[in-house]
Structures are given as structure tokens and as C-alpha cells.
């Protein structure tokens, strides 16, 4: 409880919520630490999407089909047989890449692109 109560001194904006929180704690609580993953930043997002939508026109794809691509050639893919036929789905998504994970898949929508006659510029350092 003194550990709670220490958060909410420290977060005034939420003393609120974590003493609600601990009115509802008469049998006792659990507490999970575990390590802070640093995902992907928020300019790769937006130099990835600007881009990948761009090469998505040029080859005739919406911006979600080229996603799924990218997605599919850099991570590998699966078939997945379903009452629509057949279906190719990546084996990992975007959302759960490191910073470097996601500049590694902006690597390959450069170099895919540049295979197929599309030049993507190289991400600025603020970009990556």
C-alpha cells in the first residue's frame, strides 16, 4: 500500500485512479515488472507509410496490400488454406519491431522498391 501511495504523491494528476485502485484491493494485489520494449518511432512510422503508399501507386496496390508485401517478403510468409482459397499472411507483424526491427523493414521496401524501377530516397537520420 506505502508503494502505491508513493505513486500517487509522485503522479498527483492520478492520485485519484490509484486510490480508487487500492479501495479495491482488500484481498491483496499483483504487480508486474517487466523490461520497457522501444518500438518503432514515430517518424520510421510516417517515412514508411509515405513511402510505402507512393511505391503502393506505382505498382497498382493499395497501401494495405503493399504493406502485407513488404510484410510477407521480409518476415517470410505462411498459407493459410480458408473458405475464401488460399491466403498468404506474414509471420510477423509491424506493430511489435524494435526501432531496429522497423529501419531493417525500411531497408527492404527501399531495396524491393529499387528492384522494381522505384527510387525511395534514404531516410534522414531523424527519419530512422
Given at each position: 500500500m506505502g508503494l502505491l501511495f508513493s505513486l500517487a504523491s509522485f503522479f498527483p494528476g492520478r492520485s485519484?485512479?490509484?486510490?480508487?485502485?487500492?479501495?479495491?484491493?482488500?484481498?491483496?494485489a499483483t504487480l508486474?515488472?517487466?523490461?520497457?520494449?522501444?518500438?518503432?518511432?514515430?517518424?520510421q512510422e510516417n517515412y514508411y507509410r509515405v513511402w510505402s503508399?507512393?511505391?503502393a501507386k506505382h505498382v497498382g496496390l493499395t497501401p494495405n496490400e503493399m504493406h502485407d508485401e513488404?510484410?510477407?517478403?521480409?518476415?517470410?510468409?505462411?498459407e493459410i488454406d480458408t473458405p475464401f482459397g488460399m491466403k498468404r499472411r506474414p509471420l510477423q507483424r509491424s506493430s511489435v519491431s524494435s526501432k531496429t526491427e522497423y529501419m531493417e523493414l525500411i531497408d527492404s521496401l527501399i531495396?524491393?522498391?529499387a528492384e522494381m524501377g522505384f527510387d525511395i530516397p534514404d531516410p534522414k537520420a531523424n527519419d530512422a
Open positions: 485519484g485512479e490509484i486510490t480508487s485502485l487500492t479501495a479495491e484491493m482488500s484481498v491483496g508486474e515488472l517487466s523490461p520497457l520494449k522501444t518500438n518503432r518511432t514515430r517518424p503508399r507512393q511505391f513488404i510484410l510477407c517478403i521480409h518476415f517470410g510468409s505462411e531495396r524491393i522498391a
